[in-house]
């Protein structure tokens, strides 16, 4: 059974960073895409960005592009999110989740984490 742990959460104030980073478990994931998305309470979870398994493609949702940069290390079995200049409107959980190719779908991902909280404060 895959299981894949958040990490990195907190509470930031706007204009910093912060990197979370997802460890897999169980199986590797060295041959699966990759996925971070987000949701706030009320809304649906959203796409933030992805990643092929190679990392040679990656796809961001339209307000993180320039902002956020989607990674990963396959000897570690483990996905990151850099995220730079952090806005009050990125406070969300943030989820990573893994499937066999890249997708903006969450409803397409196989395997989901826990979430990790990032709150942005002014």
């Known amino acids: 059974q895959v299981l894949l742990v958040e990490s990195g959460g907190g509470l930031v104030q706007a204009g910093d960073s912060l990197r979370l980073s997802c460890a897999a478990s169980?199986?590797?994931?060295?041959?699966?895409?990759m996925g971070w998305f987000r949701q706030v309470p009320g809304k649906e979870r959203a796409f933030v960005a992805t990643i092929s398994w190679s990392g040679g493609l990656t796809s961001y949702e339209e307000s993180v592009k320039g902002r956020f940069i989607i990674s990963r290390d396959n000897a570690k079995n483990t996905l990151y999110l850099q995220m730079n200049s952090l806005r009050l409107e990125d406070t969300a959980v943030y989820y990573c989740?893994?499937?066999?190719?890249?997708?903006?779908?969450?409803?397409?991902?196989?395997?989901w984490g826990q979430g990790t909280q990032v709150t942005v404060s002014s």
């Open positions: 169980g199986v590797t994931v060295r041959n699966t895409a």
């Open positions: 989740a893994a499937r066999a190719l890249p997708s903006r779908k969450a409803d397409e991902y196989d395997v």
